[in-house]
Nanobody
């Protein structure tokens, strides 16, 4: 059974930083690409960042140079370091992986950035 559990969200002022964590179980983590997505109220879920099993990263243009995705295969955990946060980064952040063509999601962690 695949489980993804996010943590680390909260309220932060604009310009501040947060680090999100996603603990994965039920998968061979070292072999899996992992992603962070976000969904703001009234908007569609969008990709924030992805990291391949080999550590290759991709970012959306809106977060490039501010966010960093990383993984610790020994802990089955993927991280999202978020710096220089802006009010428009406010959203629920979700961890994602794909197994046999099926998308798996965590329950999300809320990030609120005040101006």
């Amino acid at each position: 059974q695949v489980q993804l559990v996010e943590s680390g969200g909260g309220l932060v002022q604009a310009g501040g930083s947060l680090r999100l964590s996603c603990a994965a179980s039920g998968i061979i983590f070292i072999n899996k690409a992992m992603g962070w997505y976000r969904q703001a109220p009234g908007k569609q879920r969008e990709l924030v960042a992805k990291i391949s099993s080999g550590g290759i990263t991709n970012y959306s243009d809106s977060v490039k140079d501010r966010f960093t995705i990383s993984r610790d295969n020994a802990k089955n955990t993927v991280y999202l370091q978020m710096n220089s946060l802006k009010p428009e980064d406010t959203a629920n952040y979700y961890c994602n992986t794909v197994l046999f063509g099926i998308n798996y999601w965590g329950k999300g962690t809320l990030v609120t950035v005040s101006s």
